[in-house]
Antibody, heavy 117, light 111 residues
Framework: EVQLVESGGGLVQPGGSLRLSCAAS????????MNWVRQAPGKGLEWVAN????????YYVDSVKGRFTISRDNARDSLYLHMNSLRVEDTAVYYC??????????WGQGTLVTVSS | QSALTQPASVSGSPGQSITISCTGT?????????VSWYQQHPGKAPKLMIY???NRPSGVSNRFSGSKSGNTASLTISGLQAEDEADYYC???????????FGGGTKLTVL
């Protein structure tokens, strides 16, 4: 059974940093691109970043470029999102999602990041 | 990259069919067949319902179908059931260095 379990969310002040983790199991992690998608309270889904199978290519939504870094450790079946210079508008539930056939076929339960003073 | 355009809400009675549209541009929806649809119940993670415009993942009811014409993709749900009440999101590949975009979401109400 495919499982994605996010962790690392919490309350952080504007300008602060946070690292999210996503532990994957039930599939061969190194064979899939992976995505981070977020959802602000009461709002829609927003794609944030993705990473290719071996971690050599990464892509970001414009609003997080230069502040967020996506990475992966295939030996640990883990995906990460390093978030710096956090802003109030980054407040959201962050989901990791497995990419298969150009779609996100499995999602984690999400981890809440709250940026507030 | 602008979000894809979806109606804010649609509604239908049990047993009826509804269609949710997702309008983009020739640079995303119209340019690629990498369009997918997601269902999200309150407080839950999204669930993949359709991928590559019209393909259903294993386990998804055949009451759900997808199509595309030009820059607009559509999700049709036939034989509406109470459990279909949820938010629905479309997504498309864009081929740019911001490769994915979602629609704004559509709230489906089953009357």
């Amino acid at each position: 059974e495919v499982q994605l379990v996010e962790s690392g969310g919490g309350l952080v002040q504007p300008g602060g940093s946070l690292r999210l983790s996503c532990a994957a199991s039930g599939f061969t992690f190194r064979n899939n691109w992976m995505n981070w998608v977020r959802q602000a309270p009461g709002k829609g889904l927003e794609w944030v970043a993705n990473i290719n199978k071996d971690g050599t290519a990464t892509y970001y939504v414009d609003s997080v470029k230069g502040r967020f870094t996506i990475s992966r450790d295939n030996a640990r079946d883990s995906l990460y999102l390093h978030m710096n210079s956090l802003r109030v508008e980054d407040t959201a539930v962050y989901y990791c999602a497995k990419d298969e056939d150009w779609a996100n076929d499995y999602w984690g339960q999400g981890t809440l990041v709250t940026v507030s003073s | 990259q602008s979000a894809l355009t979806q109606p804010a809400s649609v509604s239908g009675s049990p047993g009826q069919s509804i269609t949710i549209s997702c309008t983009g541009t020739s640079s995303d929806v119209g340019g690629y067949n990498h369009v997918s649809w997601y269902q999200q119940h309150p407080g839950k993670a999204p669930k993949l319902m359709i991928y590559e415009v019209s393909n259903r993942p294993s386990g998804v009811s055949n009451r759900f179908s997808g199509s595309k014409s030009g820059n607009t993709a559509s999700l049709t749900i036939s034989g509406l059931q109470a459990e279909d009440e949820a938010d629905y999101y479309c997504s498309s590949y864009t081929g740019t260095n911001t490769p994915w975009v979602f629609g704004g979401g559509t709230k489906l109400t089953v009357l």
